[in-house]
């Protein structure tokens, strides 16, 4: 039976959200944060949000440098993103705690990190509030991609690479059993 409240609660009825790591440097401080609001927001020029809280480390890291990263990790990674999402990068090194590698960047100073299977790196064009959280959008000025994690007409291959999925509540999906079929839209 469905339920209906004008109570929202929780608030995680839009959940799965596939789960990344945003990663920002700035003054010889790197941090990492679990983030699953995040989204596309234009092709020409490409654009990508992610929805952050002003408390985060990270946020400040990223107001102070104007550049970030977006990694999206496989569903073998759903430890590391509870433990990065789970703690503060004010009072512990991620990178040096989890033992985070992390491949070079092309145009920013933002980590990349070398278990993603696709990053972007992005410089920050706008930083706007909604709500209790920062819609900062940036500008993407490089891909890295795993080549072999996508199709020739560049899709995710889910048989190379499944990525995290969130559910809320602390809950990650590490494993999945993928049956994807391509449906025509009808033109």
């Known amino acids: 039976m469905k339920q209906v409240s004008e109570s929202v609660g929780a608030y995680y009825q839009h959940y799965p959200r596939i789960a990344a790591v945003v990663s920002a440097y700035n003054d010889g401080k790197a941090d990492a944060m679990t983030c699953t609001w995040h989204t596309p ?8 949000g992610v929805l952050l809280t002003p408390r985060r480390f990270t946020y400040q890291l990223i107001v102070d440098s104007k550049e970030f990263a977006v990694n999206f990790l496989p569903a073998e990674s759903a430890r590391l993103l ?34 993603a299977y696709a990053a972007y790196e992005c410089k920050l064009v ?4 909604y709500g209790d959280h920062q819609l900062l959008v940036g500008e993407v000025v490089a891909t890295h991609w795993l080549e072999e994690a996508f199709s020739e007409g560049g899709s995710l291959d889910l048989k190379a690479a499944i990525p995290a999925f969130y559910l809320g509540n602390d809950s990650y999906i590490t494993r999945l059993k993928p049956a994807v079929e391509k449906i025509d839209r009808g033109r």
């Open 82 to 115: 509870a433990a990065v999402g789970g703690s503060k990068g004010a009072m512990v090194d991620k990178f040096a705690t989890y033992n985070i590698a992390r491949d070079i960047p092309l145009k920013t100073n933002a980590p990349v990190l070398a278990d």
């Open 41 to 48: 927001l234009s092709s020409k020029p490409p654009l990508f």
């Open 126 to 129: 706008e930083d706007r509030p």
